[in-house]
């Protein structure tokens, strides 16, 4: 029984298959690409996106990086989880895009000083970062994919993919890329989020604490 989930087609004339899945997600992952000129500023009742959009890479970063090294340590769950795994990706690579354009909406509205600037001014070049790494990550995992199905004995029928991807070396050279891309966008998402949650919490933190402590302690100079 086939594992093989594309729709088994004649080749066109020129012996291409167009509906190869290596194909259609490398235009999907340019359509998500496009979503980097996309800017959604509000929600419902003029609430601002970014603090509900950052929730889609959150989930879905981790999850691609997951599956992209259960891939690698696992070559035959490509078969399987491949394509779903590439969806994945492209849509985390857009919501990045999405987040980093509504967070910088949000940042002109709040026009925030001091210690908060800094920090939300460190948060945006973190974003910055990942989003360059995980456009690489992308690209890596759908040529990772698209390797280990042509250097399986799946040739697309497009000869310098075929002569490229078909190479175990390349192969190989890809999946490790694909490990320190990998490992370097849990370091960026954690590092990205983290900065951003210093920037929201850190200050009122700080002023809750204080006022816990003038409510027990009463102010300096008392009874």
């Known amino acids: 029984m086939s594992t093989d989930t594309d729709v088994q087609t004649p080749p066109s004339p020129s012996g291409v298959d167009w509906r190869r899945a290596e194909f259609i997600l490398t235009a999907l992952a340019f ?10 500023n509000t929600i419902w009742n003029g609430l601002p996106a970014h603090p509900l959009l950052i929730h889609v890479p959150v989930v ?3 999850l691609s990086v997951l599956g992209a090294l259960a891939c690698i340590a696992r070559p035959k769950w490509f078969e399987t989880y491949g394509i779903l795994l590439c969806g ?3 849509v985390g690579m857009s919501s990045i895009f999405l987040a980093m354009r509504a967070g910088a909406a949000l940042e002109g509205d709040l026009n925030l000083q001091g210690q908060a600037a800094e920090l939300i001014s460190r948060h945006s070049h973190f974003a910055h970062l990942l989003a360059y790494d995980f456009i690489l990550f992308t690209a890596a995992l759908i040529l990772t994919f698209s390797a280990h199905r042509i250097s399986g004995g799946r040739p697309t029928g497009l000869p310098i993919a075929d002569r490229i991807l078909g190479s175990v070396s390349v192969y190989n050279l890809l999946r490790g890329a694909l490990v320190i891309l990998a490992l370097v966008a849990v370091y960026l998402v954690y590092r990205t989020g983290d900065l951003g949650a210093q920037a929201v919490w850190q200050e009122r933190l700080q002023q809750a604490h204080q006022g816990v402590g003038g409510f027990l302690y009463g ?3 008392g009874p």
């Open 219 to 221: 102010p300096p100079g």
């Open 88 to 90: 994945t990706a492209i």
């Open 60 to 62: 879905l970063i981790p």
């Open 31 to 40: 359509v998500g690409f496009l979503s980097v000129a996309v800017r959604i």
